[in-house]
């Protein structure tokens, strides 16, 4: 069980999220701040981004080349962490969210990506239009929404 990813599931909420959520991914440190004022959400970090992001450090299965050769979209970021854990090992990745969450995703980007260049970038995106503005060809999509959360999502998109 040395490897099992414990979530702590007893946390009150506004308590949950008052602090920056801290977690290394692949030996970068990466700070997501939080908003237990918002919308419970898009504000705080999910338990499925961190299973996620711990599923994505596995070299074997994802070494280097998958995340830095590749364009992703990942669709409701939320807070952006695995978005922003994507982009802090040199993916190109559009964040999207709705419009009243753009600055604190867009805070959480800059505050983590130094380097904030066009391979990474905040925009708006509702489900159901069109992600030809994304400059097709995107070859995959992640997902970690509650409509995912039992089963996340990574997708092959526009080969």
Same mark, same amino acid.
Not at 111 to 139: C, H, M
């Given at each position: 069980?040395?490897?099992? /990813?414990?979530?702590? =599931? !007893?946390?009150?909420?506004?308590?949950? +999220? @008052?602090?920056?959520? *801290?977690?290394?991914?692949? *030996?970068?440190?990466? %700070?997501? *701040?939080?908003?237990?004022?918002?919308?419970?959400?898009?504000?705080?970090?999910?338990? &499925? @981004?961190?299973?996620? @992001?711990?599923?994505?450090? $596995?070299?074997?299965?994802?070494?280097?080349? +998958?995340?830095? *050769?590749? =364009?992703?979209?990942?669709?409701?970021?939320?807070?952006? #962490? /695995?978005?922003?854990?994507?982009?802090?090992?040199?993916?190109?990745?559009?964040?999207?969210?709705?419009?009243?969450? #753009?600055? /604190?995703?867009?805070?959480? /980007?800059? #505050?983590?990506?130094?380097?904030?260049?066009?391979? !990474?970038?905040?925009?708006?995106?509702?489900?159901?239009? $069109?992600?030809?503005?994304?400059?097709?060809? %995107?070859? %995959?999509? &992640?997902? @970690?929404?509650?409509?995912?959360?039992?089963?996340?999502? #990574?997708?092959? =998109?526009? !080969?």
């Amino acid at each position: 069980m040395d490897d099992a /990813l414990i979530l702590p =599931r !007893s946390w009150d909420y506004q308590l949950r +999220f @008052c602090e920056p959520f *801290k977690m290394q991914f692949r *030996k970068k440190a990466i %700070t997501i *701040k939080q908003s237990p004022q918002g919308s419970r959400v898009g504000a705080t970090v999910w338990d &499925i @981004c961190i299973a996620m @992001c711990k599923f994505f450090e $596995d070299d074997q299965k994802f070494p280097l080349e +998958f995340f830095q *050769k590749n =364009r992703f979209i990942e669709l409701g970021s939320g807070v952006g #962490l /695995l978005g922003i854990a994507f982009a802090a090992v040199g993916a190109e990745i559009f964040l999207t969210e709705q419009p009243k969450m #753009l600055p /604190l995703l867009q805070d959480n /980007l800059k #505050l983590n990506i130094k380097a904030f260049t066009y391979r !990474s970038k905040v925009q708006e995106f509702w489900w159901g239009t $069109d992600p030809s503005s994304f400059r097709p060809p %995107t070859k %995959t999509e &992640i997902s @970690c929404t509650e409509k995912n959360s039992k089963n996340w999502s #990574l997708k092959k =998109r526009w !080969s």
